[in-house]
Nanobody, 127 residues
Framework: QVQLVESGGGLVQSGGSLRLSCAVS????????IGWFRQAPGKEREGVSC????????DYAESVKGRFTISRDNANNMNYLQMNSLKPEDTGIYYC????????????????????WGQGTQVTVSS
């Protein structure tokens, strides 16, 4: 059974930092893509970052470039999203998701591309 569990969300002031974690278990494909998405109240879920299994390909949404950074702990199947210089518009529920293989570049930002999802973690940035 594939399971993704996000953690690390919370309330932070504008300009602050948070590190989100995504623990993946039960996923056996050696090739995969992981996406971080977020959903603000009343808005559609949007992609924040996506990357392949060896981090040779990492993409960031324009809105977070230079502020957010992906990292991994392969030994423990942990994935991290370091978020710096947070802004109120970064507020939302953050999800990680995974799909086997390498999606076409145009598909990597689509919610429908990813097969398994975590339950999300809330990030609130106050002004």
């Amino acid at each position: 059974q594939v399971q993704l569990v996000e953690s690390g969300g919370g309330l932070v002031q504008s300009g602050g930092s948070l590190r989100l974690s995504c623990a993946v278990s039960g996923f056996t494909s050696p090739y995969y893509y992981i996406g971080w998405f977020r959903q603000a109240p009343g808005k559609e879920r949007e992609g924040v970052s996506c990357f392949n299994e060896d981090l040779r390909t990492i993409d960031y949404a324009e809105s977070v470039k230079g502020r957010f950074t992906i990292s991994r702990d392969n030994a423990n199947n942990m994935n991290y999203l370091q978020m710096n210089s947070l802004k109120p518009e970064d507020t939302g529920i953050y999800y990680c998701a995974i799909v086997s293989g390498t999606p076409y570049s145009s598909a990597r930002w689509r919610v429908q591309t990813y097969k398994y999802w975590g339950q999300g973690t809330q990030v609130t940035v106050s002004s």
